[in-house]
């Protein structure tokens, strides 16, 4: 066996990326600065799997910060023959990822055997799709209409309506709904709401554009207005805000703190719920797909449908692949087409 290992306990993602960007001769500083290319979510993603790594190695007289390709390639294998899913698999190649690079250099990312290795854990085991069907936005969109007259509602049905209604005519995903803050609202009265995003948001990449959400004022059934929604809770919550609090969404209950991703998903999940859906199958992130296969269906453009729900890289590649701009939502069809849907009540 190799004799740290003996020694050392694990110490982490973290703790181990550091370790491996310091053998580098980079300064604390240098280090400090390429750690924070990544989030902290990320990290905790991938802890578990580094776990199992820093296990996997001190089992097979493995240095885990020296390893060879075969090494991984064996440790992978592993994981599969625990029964693990090609996603899983995957996670664990990538949380290697994280460090191997600076002792193995940026050839292991190519490397032929890792990625033969990879198609054939797919072909094995494909992924599948997460849902084989999904639900119609009408159905959330009749029991939230009810929900009305918004002043007179209770702050939190008045919260849970918003979120919904913001996540369905949005398509994009909660976190990025955590984001909102009040400054950087702009109502246009009569016309449109534009919330800007400048927070970095899970799909962040170098050079792609930040989210600009748009709601309309959806005359044709005010109940279900976005526009509407969100001016009546700022106005509901603007005395329970306290000192500097910015964040558009905060709890209804006291002390009406900034909300977390995770509470606001509870938020959606338990409408959708209410709304007759079955939570057991449909998650809260099952409003992005339904939203944009019911767009989809209804001849919602698909540079529409990528540019609404922020898949930015695929809708850049799709305009550079056939020289013409992404086309721009001028009129707010994916959010009017998805609020104009209550009359349907099937599943797609």
């Known amino acids: 066996m190799v004799p740290h290992l003996e020694q050392d306990a694990y110490i982490g993602c973290r703790e181990i990326v550091r370790k491996s960007l310091s053998q580098k001769s980079l300064k604390d500083k240098s280090i400090d600065i390429i750690m924070s290319s990544l989030s902290e979510k990320t990290y905790k993603q991938y802890d578990s799997c580094l776990r199992n790594w820093y296990n996997y190695s001190k089992n097979y007289g493995i240095d885990y910060l020296k390893p060879t390709v075969s090494d991984i390639i064996n440790f992978l294998a592993s994981i599969y023959e625990n029964g693990a899913q090609y996603g899983t698999i995957n996670s664990h190649k990538s949380a290697v990822s994280l460090y191997l690079p600076t002792y193995l250099g940026t050839s292991y990312l190519r490397d032929e055997r890792i990625n033969r290795f990879m198609k054939g854990v797919f072909r094995l085991r494909p992924t599948a799709p997460k849902y084989d069907l999904t639900w119609d936005p009408g159905i959330v969109l009749r029991y939230l209409s009810k929900k009305w007259p918004n002043d007179s509602l209770d702050l939190e ?189 099937t599943l797609d």
Not at 173 to 196: C, D, G, S, W
Not at 242 to 249: I, P, T
Request: proline fraction near 4%.
């Open 157 to 345: 049905s008045l919260s849970k309506k918003l979120s919904t209604l913001l996540a369905l005519v949005t398509a994009h995903r909660v976190q990025t709904l955590t984001l909102i803050k009040l400054n950087n609202i702009n109502i246009i009265e009569n016309a449109e709401v534009l919330i800007k995003i400048p927070d970095p948001i899970k799909t962040l990449r170098l050079n792609s554009t930040q989210p600009l959400l748009k709601l309309p004022f959806f005359d044709q059934n005010p109940n279900i207005c976005p526009a509407r929604c969100l001016i009546s809770y700022i106005n509901k919550t603007r005395s329970l805000r306290s000192g500097d609090h910015n964040n558009l969404f905060i709890s209804y209950r006291r002390p009406h703190s900034k909300l977390s991703s995770q509470r606001l998903s509870h938020w959606i999940k338990d409408t959708l719920k209410q709304s007759g859906l079955d939570t057991t199958m449909f998650s809260t992130h099952s409003t992005r797909h339904a939203a944009t296969s019911k767009a989809s269906s209804l001849g919602i453009s698909l540079d529409i449908i990528r540019k609404t729900a922020g898949w930015s890289t695929l809708s850049s590649v799709f305009a550079r692949f056939y020289n013409r701009e992404i086309v721009i939502d001028h009129k707010n069809q994916f959010a009017q087409a998805i609020l104009s849907c209550t009359s349907n009540t």
